[in-house]
């Protein structure tokens, strides 16, 4: 028995998602090889030996650029039986199978993939979310840290990132949010032993650095806190980063000061809009103010923030974009947003709680299963012709390696004013891509 696991992206990050897995198959005595084909391209040797394939699907860019890579895969191992597993696997579940995938594995999927290895799962998994109890990641096979995404320095250094979870699914349930039809309003805790170990053989792979994947690390501030005091007390001189939601960065805003001394030297914050009726939209649990306060907070302790944005959503209008380039200028923020912001535009995935907005009709259109989202208009021409300027502009500035001063006046259209004078640059993981 031999399984083939496949990534294709993962924003630069050595993959989790197949790492763990790798380690079940191997301790269930199955032979297991990794192609992280973001990294290496996909050999034919490798689908040839594999009885069963599986594709690992953490987010939207991994899901299609998996559908592309399928054709290939089905004619080279025509035998395989294939299936897909991650965030994003039961979303997509019909499309999947309609290109040829024979199961569809949940988020939680380690265990069932040993059972589909074994050929004792075939297309209908547990609808539950099971609760299991991990075991050490397997990161045999993949490619070197090195070879991954880096943490660039204020100082110009950079520092090699290893990247864990320990955590998965969320207890919130904002609108637009992917992991909310599938975990809807659950998590599971990867256990603290476990995390600290995965660390442990990734600092002696060279890591300086560790991402954490969670997406939001104070779910549970206990287990969170335990793990980054473990961790700082056996690798003092580690830094990491976290995904922490604006409304939990102000709640438990007590123990930013812990996550400091214990290395943290960057919080990823979905923001998502300076506007308080579209994050009512998007039942955020925040409104602009909380944000600006978390801004604050963040600057007094020595934290940097790296605020995330939906750029352009049904209720987005040019006045809106204006004003929030406006506000971003105004708390000089510029520094802190991945240009890859000022382009995003809102994916509604298959279940999403978007659909049940009462305005829905009037911007909401239908599935495309090519784009694996639903289409969707904003409320006057305008605002597309922005959209179809602006994405293309943070593309040519992002590929001539322009600073972010610089590609924020080109989107924006206008001066980027100097930073404050105490205003130190921020760290940055060097992967501009999120969804
Ligand atoms: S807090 Fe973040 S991860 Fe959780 S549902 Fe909201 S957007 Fe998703």
Known sequence: ????????????RQPFGLASPAAWLRRAGIEVECADVSRAPLT??????????????????????????????????????????????????????AAGVNAVLGPEFESELVDF??????????????RLQFTL?????????????????PDGGARISGYTEASRGCKHRCRHCPIVP?????????????????????????????SFGDPDFLNGPRHALRVVEALHAEHTQLSFDVTIKVEHLLRHAALLPRL???????????????DDAVLAKLDKGHTQQD?????????????????TFVAFTPWTTPASFAHWGETIAAIDLIEHVAPVQYGIRLLIPAGSRLLELDDSAEWLGEYDPAGLSYA???????????????QPAVAAGSRANHSRRQIFADVFHRTAPDPAPQRATIPYLNEPWFC
């Open 1 to 12: 028995m031999r399984t083939l696991l496949i990534a294709t992206y993962e924003m630069g």
């Open 260 to 274: 400091r001394e214990c290395g943290c030297v960057l919080i990823t914050t979905a923001v998502e809009s300076f």
């Open 376 to 390: 969707w208009k904003f409320n006057d021409a305008a605002t597309e012709e922005l959209c179809q300027r602006v």
């Open 182 to 210: 599938v975990y809807n309003g659950q998590f599971r805790i990867v256990d603290a032993e476990t995390v600290l170990a995965d660390v442990r053989q990734q600092v002696e792979r060279g890591a300086e650095h560790i």
């Open 291 to 307: 944000f600006l306060e978390v801004l604050a907070l963040t600057r007094r302790l020595g934290l940097a923030l790296n605020p």
């Open 117 to 130: 290895a074994r050929a004792q799962l075939h297309a209908q998994p547990s609808t539950a979310l099971p």
């Open 44 to 97: 034919a040797a490798a689908l040839a030996q594999a009885d069963t394939i599986g594709f690992y699907l953490p987010m939207h860019t991994a899901t299609r650029l998996a559908l592309q890579l399928l054709p290939r895969v089905r004619q080279a191992a025509p035998s395989a039986r294939l299936c897909a597993f991650g965030l994003y696997a039961p979303i997509h579940a019909d499309t999947l199978r």
């Open 137 to 153: 990641p397997d990161r045999s096979g993949l490619p070197p840290l090195e070879q991954y995404a880096r943490l660039e320095m």
